[in-house]
């Protein structure tokens, strides 16, 4: 087994690394404490190549393998996790279904630009909806609808929490289109934001990830046309799921790069603050704290890895993304609170940004799945 990094993958690592040290780090504490989008910054990742990172070449992509991926969504969410899920769902969630499943036609007019990040110029990305606000770990219980009107649908429904909700030109929308039969009358769309019947909500006041945009979408008799569906008739659910599968790939990372910038902040600061004559880092309990950081982050990223691993080498990964997932929001969690503790007070306040971390950190417990959803998944393959 081979841990060793290719020199690709560590100039991609570099690159992601001084990105969020030039680019994001300034102002992210004020576009955090103002909700503002990180526009700028992602569009720039465009320009990176980063919007479509895993995306064939032929199709505007940069054609890289899972593993450059991983490590680029740790690097940019040690900095800013607003910036990072904005990245995931464009990657994980849109692009690779829409390289997947989609057909030439679809992916020429929607998947070339979403790749790209761009569209004439200006920022062009895409959002994934699934959850309702009574359909959310329980996928099946689709209440926005998808009337079969012969060569178009009718899509009527509501979407909740919906990342890149304003900023999205393009949405994936999973509907029901035959309740009687369950998760096969399922479809999943491609529809446009400036379609008539298409509302963008008020943006959600949230505790964490201030920066993106997350929003309710609702859907007024959109006439959708029939060649926007995502496979055959049915397919909706199983597209979801196996779409949702990378995506906690990526969430994993971002989890993972959230514990490890707390780490290094909480480590930097051991080396400086002083406390009874001297460094706290010569103090048996921060040390102890600090090296079970460590540990445990080195566990997680070694997760992700292995999960980004089997993506590659074309295994089944649901497991392995649901291992690396519910393992490491986790051990965000429980790292960015030992480092606001290391912190003490200064922990407590935002120019020290621990505290933003811890507030981000959240998140990756619940969305793309949540712990229990993930540990569910977990138990029915360890118990066929």
């Known amino acids: ?227 926007n569906r995502i496979g055959e008739d049915g397919f909706g659910f199983t597209f979801a799921m196996k779409t949702l599968a990378g995506g906690r790939i990526g969430i994993a990372s971002q989890a993972l790069g959230i514990a490890s910038g707390a780490y290094e902040l909480a480590l930097n600061y051991s080396k400086q603050r002083k406390a009874f004559g001297k460094e706290i880092m010569h103090h048996q309990a921060i040390q102890f704290k600090l090296a079970d950081m460590a540990t445990e982050i080195e566990a997680a990223r070694l997760l992700c890895l292995k999960a980004a691993w089997d993506k590659d080498e074309h295994n089944d990964y649901t497991i392995s993304s649901s291992m690396a997932k519910v393992y490491a929001s986790e051990t965000a969690m429980w790292v960015t609170t030992e480092a606001v503790q290391i912190h003490g007070g200064y922990g407590y306040v935002k120019e020290f940004h621990v505290e933003r971390l811890m507030r981000d950190a959240k998140i990756t417990q619940i969305y793309e799945g949540t712990s229990e959803v993930q540990r569910i998944v977990i138990g029915r393959s360890i118990l066929k």
């Not at 996928?139 to 998808?146: D, I, K």
């Open 1 to 227: 087994m081979n841990f060793q990094l290719t020199e690709e993958q560590l100039m991609i690592q570099q690159a992601a690394r001084d990105f969020a040290r030039t680019e994001c780090l300034p102002g992210v504490i004020e576009r955090d404490e103002n909700q503002k989008f990180p526009k700028e910054q992602v569009s720039k990742l465009a320009d990176l190549g980063f919007m479509g990172m895993m995306v064939k070449p032929e199709y505007g992509g940069s054609g890289m393998d899972t593993i450059s991926y991983v490590l680029a969504m740790e690097e940019i969410s040690k900095v800013d996790a607003s910036v990072s899920v904005c990245m995931s769902v464009n990657n994980s969630l849109v692009c690779y279904g829409l390289q997947e499943f989609c057909t030439e036609e679809q992916k020429q007019k929607y998947l070339v630009p979403l790749a790209q990040g761009k569209k004439d110029g200006e920022l062009y990305i895409g959002a994934f909806l699934l959850s309702e606000p009574e359909a959310g770990s329980d996928a099946t219980s689709q209440r926005t609808t998808a009337e079969d009107k012969g060569n178009h649908y009718i899509l009527n429904g509501i979407k909740n929490w919906i990342t890149n909700g304003s900023s999205a030109s393009v949405y994936l929308v999973v509907a029901q289109t035959d309740a009687a039969k369950g998760s096969k009358g399922i479809n999943a769309f491609i529809v446009e934001k400036n379609w008539p019947g298409v509302t963008v909500g008020a943006k959600e006041n949230k505790m964490g990830i201030r920066g993106s945009d997350t929003h309710s979408i609702s859907f007024q008799d959109v006439i959708v046309p029939k060649e």
